[in-house]
């Protein structure tokens, strides 16, 4: 009998523990505000540290995502970003289409699928940034 309760409790612990942190990875994804972008346009900010901005843009299947950005060089400080089709910073990652170029500075696919696609900037230490982002 005592063992029947001991494994009963180490379950209910288990399926605690389980979704508490299913609840921390869906907090942090839905907390992070995303800046919705229209289809050509320019976003300014200033990023360092561990934060990262979050942008998001609708584009229909066969037309052309291009993003490039730029920014203040203040001794060796990088801007850098990435583009995805998770609204998760943290989970998603480079999509498996397009083509880099200038360096890292500028991305362009040919979406395959019409959705929203993330583009998420970070800096290294800090930076302030420009973010161009087009759809032909």
Same mark, same amino acid.
């Given at each position: ?6 494994? =009963?409790?180490?379950? #209910? ?19 992070? $505000?995303? #800046?919705?972008?229209? +289809?050509?346009?320019?976003?300014? !900010? ?28 203040? %001794?060796? +400080? ?6 995805? %089709?998770? $609204? ?7 999509? $498996?289409?397009?083509?880099?170029? %200038? +360096? !890292? ?6 979406? $395959?699928?019409? !959705? %929203? ?5 970070? =800096? ?11 759809? +032909?």
């Amino acid at each position: 009998m005592r063992i029947k309760r001991k494994r =009963a409790s180490l379950i #209910l612990i288990v399926l605690a523990t389980l979704l508490s942190a299913a609840n921390m990875t869906w907090a942090q994804e839905k907390t992070t $505000p995303k #800046l919705r972008l229209r +289809n050509s346009t320019t976003a300014k !900010g200033f990023i360092g540290g561990e934060a990262h901005e979050s942008y998001v843009i609708r584009v229909r299947k066969g037309r052309t995502l291009t993003a490039r950005i730029s920014w203040k060089l203040v %001794d060796d +400080n990088r801007a850098e970003f990435t583009v995805s %089709d998770s $609204p998760s910073f943290y989970n998603g990652g480079q999509l $498996p289409f397009g083509k880099w170029s %200038d +360096n !890292g500075r500028r991305w362009s696919g040919k979406v $395959p699928t019409t !959705g %929203d696609y993330y583009i998420y900037v970070v =800096a290294h230490p800090t930076a302030h940034y420009q973010l161009r982002v087009s759809v +032909n």
